[in-house]
Antibody, heavy 119, light 107 residues
Framework: QLHLQGSGPGLVKPSETLPLTCTVS??????????WGWIRQPPGKGLEWIGN???????HYKPSLKSRVTISVDSSKDQFSLNLTSVTAADTAVYYC???????????WGQGTMVTVSS | DIQMTQSPSTLSASVGDRVTISCRAS??????LAWYQQKPGKAPKLLIH???ILESGVPSRFSGTGSGTEFTLTISSLQPEDFAIYYC?????????FGPGTKVDIK
């Protein structure tokens, strides 16, 4: 059973980069059995898919965020990461790291990391 | 992008009621449709995937139907622990999208 633990700064200044990391346990990040992703939820609002990374290293991002988002994997640490550049207050949200089986939905979720963008 | 809509946005119901939530996709997602339940302060939980397959451990009072562009989540007899927000999500293409959510609250 996979367990995902997200981590990162709770506060980021406008125009800076938001770095988040998700540590995977109970399975290998190098496994072809899963794909990895990030979802966010602004306070009081719905869920927004950010992007996914697959076993092959292929990434797919939400078009409106694509120019600012990078998702990557560090196999040596069983971690995957999100970098979101040039943040604004609109990027304030709970960020969830997630995992799913290829061709299927997200059946594993991290606990969520609240990130506030403010000076 | 495929756009997802849900109706109603809020649903007031009583314990024991049969509840139905609808989800519509702007184009066919075949059966690549999931339903999630989210309670306050918690991460969403997968209830149903592939439109109608119940996730392991999810009570059988939950069911999903539909294909193409029209989908339904039904709770056959609402329990106190079912008051939550429900989201549909398509994963038919590489660009995933969520519905806006349906809040089920106490009547």
């Amino acid at each position: 059973q996979l367990h995902l633990q997200g981590s990162g700064p709770g506060l980021v200044k406008p125009s800076e980069t938001l770095p988040l990391t998700c540590t995977v346990s109970g399975g290998s990040i190098s496994s072809s059995n899963y794909y990895w992703g990030w979802i966010r939820q602004p306070p009081g609002k719905g869920l927004e898919w950010i992007g996914n990374i697959y076993y092959s290293g292929t990434t797919h991002y939400k078009p409106s965020l694509k120019s600012r988002v990078t998702i990557s994997v560090d196999s040596s640490k069983d971690q995957f990461s999100l970098n979101l550049t040039s943040v604004t207050a609109a990027d304030t949200a709970v960020y969830y790291c997630v995992a799913g089986r290829p061709g299927d939905a997200f059946d594993f979720w991290g606990q969520g990391t609240m990130v506030t963008v403010s000076s | 992008d495929i756009q997802m809509t849900q109706s109603p946005s809020t649903l007031s119901a009583s314990v024991g009621d049969r509840v139905t939530i609808s989800c519509r996709a702007s184009q066919s997602v075949v059966s690549s449709l999931a339903w999630y339940q989210q309670k306050p302060g918690k991460a969403p939980k997968l209830l149903i995937h592939q439109a109608s397959i119940l996730e392991s451990g999810v009570p059988s009072r939950f069911s999903g139907t539909g294909s193409g562009t029209e989908f339904t989540l039904t709770i056959s007899s609402l329990q106190p622990e079912d008051f939550a927000i429900y989201y549909c999500q398509q994963y038919s293409t590489y660009l995933f999208t969520f519905g806006p959510g349906t809040k089920v609250d106490i009547k």
